[in-house]
């Protein structure tokens, strides 16, 4: 019975590294998953260092370099210590290191094809981590800031004017949601806007002019507004809108200009295309909205939002 298990196991171990075991590479598909030859995006060759881990190099189809870097065992599955991205012309892309499958310390991220920087993060725990942004032009601060383990924002957050290292933005995040003041500034350094948030939903407003006198307040940004639930309005205008949902939520892009009209319309993943049709045909013929706000004037704004299924009102 033992040497029944320990064949299966042996057999199970060339069935999952069959290529490691005879070549030394692997092939592995857009999502990293070891595949078949014929279906690989890129393979991976794999060599002992002289430090005990397992380097690994990921090259395209056509040989060119894409990473490097390093992991516990030839199957890759924990990543550990440098890695390094590299551009099509060879420069690098992104660089930094792994510590027990998860990103440590410092690591940097390079505009394309330049050897400035586009982001920094810091990582002091698992998937907590410091991100700093900076200008492709000037290499300022862009916006600084963190991310707890969901990925969602947290703290404090500082904005900069562009090309400046003057504050624009101090804003404070709970698990991605704004809470407590929120302060904007002018070019000059004056308080411009101060905002009060409990739990991502704006309490109280003030707004100065670059003289600091107390002004009336009106947000930075308002997205448009339409008079009902788009959903409602759907399953109104048109009936199939309630037979799409009832396989799957569905998305909609609308173009909606300064003065309130749908110009453009985009549904995405309605299977039938006849009702697809019709749900475009239905939001363009929607009447006015009120427009995107930018500094309380009205803009062109390309609204996004999911279509999910509920009953509509009469």
Not at 1 to 9: E, F, G, L, Q, T
Not at 108 to 121: D, G, L, P, R
Not at 232 to 256: G, M, R, S
Request: charged fraction near 25%; glycine fraction near 4%.
């Amino acid at each position: 019975m033992k040497k029944s298990i320990c064949i299966v196991s042996i057999l199970v171990l060339f069935c999952i590294y069959p290529i490691y075991a005879q070549h030394d590479t692997l092939y592995i598909d857009q999502q990293g998953v070891y595949v078949q030859a014929s279906k690989a995006s890129f393979y991976r060759m794999v060599s002992l260092a002289n430090n005990g881990l397992f380097e690994c190099k990921d090259y395209f189809r056509n040989h060119r370099l894409k990473k490097i870097f390093h992991a516990t065992s030839a199957a890759a599955t924990v990543w550990e210590g440098p890695y390094v991205e590299l551009n099509d012309d060879s420069t690098v892309l992104v660089k930094g290191h792994y510590h027990n499958g998860f990103k440590s310390g410092e690591w940097v991220y390079y505009f394309h094809h330049s050897s400035k920087v586009e982001a920094k993060e810091v990582y002091h725990a698992a998937d907590v981590f410091e991100r700093i942004e900076y200008d492709s032009l000037t290499q300022l601060k862009v916006l600084e800031g963190s991310f707890d383990k969901f990925g969602k924002r947290t703290g404090t957050w500082k904005q900069y004017h562009p090309h400046t290292d003057s504050l624009q933005w101090i804003s404070n995040y709970v698990v991605g949601k704004k809470e407590g003041t929120q302060l904007e500034f002018y070019l000059n350094g004056q308080l411009k806007r101060m905002e009060v948030y409990l739990n991502n939903k704006l309490q109280k407003g003030t707004l100065y002019n670059e003289k600091g006198q107390k002004v009336k307040y009106y947000p930075a940004f308002s997205y448009p507004q339409y008079k009902e639930y788009i959903s409602n309005y759907l399953q109104h205008a048109t009936p199939c809108t309630a037979e799409a949902l009832k396989k799957n939520d569905f998305k909609v892009k609308l173009f909606i200009t300064k003065t309130g009209e749908v110009a453009k319309a985009y549904v995405i993943d309605v299977v039938n295309e006849v009702c697809a049709e019709r749900i475009k045909t239905a939001l363009l013929q929607m009447k006015r909205w009120k427009p995107a706000l930018w500094e309380n004037q009205p803009i062109n704004y390309t609204y996004e939002t999911t279509i999910k299924l509920y009953v509509p009102r009469e």
